[in-house]
Structures are given as structure tokens and as C-alpha cells.
């Protein structure tokens, strides 16, 4: 899938500092962008890009970096229902909007759109405003967190909208996203659900376990039909394997007699067939849970992600996650009706700081925050990095990674 970047300038910059790339945290580091790409990244002593010598120097924009700062790949979150009020699943584009902008400053620069199970009229709704917002390139595309899971392991789930495997419904909301859809969290044990990888694969959407109550022999059998199917769709730029929704939560947990599909997922994923999303906020999962994923399958096979829902970036209080009420005490989202976890307060910045303060590395941590999302949505010639020819998407960042400024496709966010 590509995503078009908002319309290039022709503004230069050199900032001089630590660049953190794929093979290491440069020191003596030099980033220069023209426009909205990058065209260098690597040693200041190296640097030799036409456009940039001292003939043209009155046109570059210098920017030197304090010693305790470091520049970093924008983030990347494929799974997200909103932010500082905005809401993804109300299928509202203003309040989409809203989150959107709040994502982007926040460091988030490529974001999927995450729905939840509502009625088909709602969903179609929904991913129609955000196939829209895709086109614009605000949004990397859409993720479906439903309709199609298990009633048993729903969690904020709305069960009145819960379905068994619907091919009829599934070719609508296929044709509703004009190509948008990108990712769709389903329950393998479902009658129908082997049928559904299958048309999910043939449109190159990326199937993800999640919401799910099966045995370990069904996740593990479904994983792979997944990663055959994507593989042999053959759509340019996909990753060929599948993913699990926030490995834990949203299915039961792993037991020696009953290991269920936790085990299947760490296995599958150990083999470099699978990629496992963590929700790594300090309250989905505990940090030593968090360490131990990282050692068991390694950063390469690990998506972060926020699972964030409106109340992102605001004080405690009340909030909706779609057309469901919830309270938000002490930072943790909880729905009225059940008590159940209804997603994150956290950004990603803070889920990436959160993950070293595990004791995750730091590489590690970023790999699983930029490069490794980049390959699930396909955008590897477009983000997840600092590399030549990627889009200007920059953090600047300090030592305890607080946020500085915000550089999205060569434009700065204040």
C-alpha cells in the first residue's frame, strides 16, 4: 500500500547531533532533508550532497543539536483508536481529526485508523470517512478490530455486534475501504474463519489473530494459512506475515494442561512467521511480561502499540470508546458496564519509554516502535527509518525521550 505524503517543499535543512539509523546511534551524526525526504543520514564528516555546499548555504536551514538529544524515526502505531478526545470507532471525521493531529505532534507519524465491532451501517460509515483520510495522507490506512470475534474473550467489545465469519458483510467493508483496510483482528475458532483468511489475503489485508478463545493447534494452524496466503497474493511491498492483536489480552491465559493460543503466537512469531503486537503501557501487560516477549521472539518479530482510545494525552474523567462509556482513573480506561480494559491512555512515545524502562534496549524497543510496523503495512521504501529517500519523518528526543519537536514529511509540527 502507499500512502501519498502531503505536497513537498522545496525547504533544505542540516541538523547536525546523534542520528539514530538502522545500524546504530551515530554521534558525530548529520541529517539533511530537502523537501519531504530525506537525502542523507550518517557521519557530518562524510557529508557531500549537491544542493548543499557552501554556495548554498543562505538557502539551508542549520540546526545543531544539544549533547543529551538524539534524532529518531517518527513512530508508527497500527493499532490506535484516537486521542486527546478524538475518536476513531465514533466514525465522526472531526473527532478523527482531532486524534489524528493530537498523534502526528505527539510523534506518531504514521498511524492506521483502529475501529471496533459496531453494525455493518456504522462500520461501512467509518471506513469510508477514513479510505478518505488515507488518500489525504493522514492515515496509513484502516484497522478492523472486529465484527468478527469471540464472544467469550469480547473485552470492550460491544457483544450485540459480535458475528461469526460473514463473507457477504467482509466484501462490503472490502469495497467501502477502496484498498484502505489494512490490517483486521478475527478469531480463528469461528465457523468460517479459515474462508475469511483467505478473502482477507487475496486483498492483501493482513489477518491478526485477536479476540480470541481458541486452542493452541487452531492459532498456530491459522497463523500459517495467513502467512501462505499473503505470501502468495504476492501484492508489492507486503510483509507475508500475519500479526496477533495485543498478544494477552483478548485471549485466555497460557496454562501448562491448557496453553490455548498464547504458546501458538510465541511460537509462531519465535520463527519469524508471525509479528506479536504489545500493548506495553504498564497496564496491559506487566514490564517483566513485556522483557520476557522481547528475549523469547526478539524486537525483529514485535510490534508496540497503544491500543489508545480518546482519553490519550487528557486528564482522567469520562470518555467514550465509540458508542461505549468509559472512566479513566489513574490513567487506566475501563469500560462503565464491565470493569474490562478499554484501551490506552498512553501515546507511543510513552509505551517506547515505557518498554526500556523494562529493560528492553533501546534499539530494540525503537525497532519494534518504526521499522518492524513499516513491514507490516508494506511502507518500508517510505518509513521506519532514517535512510535516504524515506520520507522527513523526525523526532528529536532527549535522554529520558521527551519529546522536543516533531518533523513529519519535511514539514515541522509546533
Known amino acids: 500500500m502507499t500512502v501519498p505524503s502531503p505536497a513537498p517543499v522545496s525547504t533544505k535543512y542540516l541538523i547536525q547531533g546523534a542520528v539514530v539509523t538502522d545500524h546504530g546511534i551515530i554521534e558525530g551524526g548529520l541529517l539533511a532533508i530537502e523537501g519531504d525526504r530525506i537525502v542523507y543520514a550518517g557521519r557530518a564528516d562524510h557529508f557531500d550532497e549537491p544542493g548543499f555546499d557552501q554556495a548554498d548555504m543562505d538557502a539551508v536551514n542549520v540546526i545543531s543539536l544539544p549533547a543529551d538529544q538524539r534524532l529518531i524515526p517518527g513512530l508508527i502505531d497500527v493499532h490506535n483508536h484516537g486521542g486527546n478526545g478524538g475518536d476513531f470507532p465514533s466514525g465522526d471525521e472531526a473527532s478523527a481529526r482531532i486524534a489524528v493531529d493530537f498523534l502526528h505532534r505527539a510523534g506518531t507519524t504514521t498511524l492506521l485508523a483502529s475501529m471496533v465491532t459496531a453494525s455493518p451501517e456504522d462500520l461501512i460509515k467509518g471506513i469510508g470517512i477514513y479510505a478518505g483520510m488515507t488518500a489525504e495522507g493522514l492515515l496509513a490506512g484502516i484497522h478492523l478490530e472486529g465484527p468478527f470475534l ?58 491478526s489473530v485477536g479476540h480470541t478463545n ?54 509462531v512469531a519465535s520463527a519469524g512467521n508471525a509479528a506479536v503486537e504489545l500493548v506495553a503501557d504498564g497496564t496491559h501487560l506487566d514490564p517483566e511480561t ?27 474523567g469520562s470518555y467514550m470508546l465509540g458508542p461505549s462509556p468509559v472512566t479513566v482513573a489513574n490513567g487506566v480506561a475501563t469500560l462503565d458496564a464491565t470493569g474490562s480494559i478499554a484501551g490506552g491512555t498512553a501515546t507511543l512515545l510513552e509505551v517506547l519509554g515505557r518498554t526500556t524502562a523494562a529493560g528492553v534496549p533501546f534499539r530494540d524497543a525503537l525497532q519494534s516502535a518504526t521499522s518492524v510496523p513499516a513491514a507490516v503495512l508494506g511502507l518500508t521504501d517510505e518509513v521506519g527509518a532514517l535512510r535516504r529517500g524515506l520520507r522527513a519523518d523526525v523526532l528529536i528526543v532527549d535522554a529520558q525521550l521527551e519529546l522536543q519537536r516533531v518533523m513529519r514529511a519535511g514539514t515541522w509540527l509546533e
Not at 170 to 180: D, P
Not at 221 to 250: C, M
Open 150 to 207: 469471540s464472544h467469550a474473550r469480547c473485552g470492550a467489545q460491544n457483544p450485540a455486534f459480535l458475528l461469526d465469519p460473514d463473507l457477504e458483510l467482509m466484501s462490503s467493508l472490502i469495497e467501502a475501504g477502496q484498498g484502505a483496510i489494512a490490517t483486521m483482528t478475527y478469531a480463528p475458532e469461528l465457523p468460517g474463519a479459515a474462508d475469511l483468511v483467505d478473502l482477507l489475503t487475496t486483498h492483501g489485508i493482513t489477518p
Open 214 to 267: 481458541s486452542d493452541t493447534v487452531t492459532a498456530a494452524e491459522s497463523l500459517e494459512q495467513a502467512r501462505e496466503g499473503l505470501e502468495s497474493a504476492g501484492y508489492d511491498g507486503v510483509s507475508g506475515r500475519p500479526t496477533v492483536t495485543h498478544l494477552f489480552n483478548g485471549m485466555p491465559p497460557m496454562h501448562h494442561r491448557s496453553p490455548g493460543p498464547v504458546a501458538a503466537c510465541l511460537r
Open 290 to 316: 513485556v522483557k520476557t516477549v522481547f528475549d523469547i521472539v526478539g524486537a525483529a518479530n514485535i510490534v508496540l502499540v497503544t491500543d489508545s482510545m480518546a482519553a490519550a494525552g487528557l486528564a482522567d
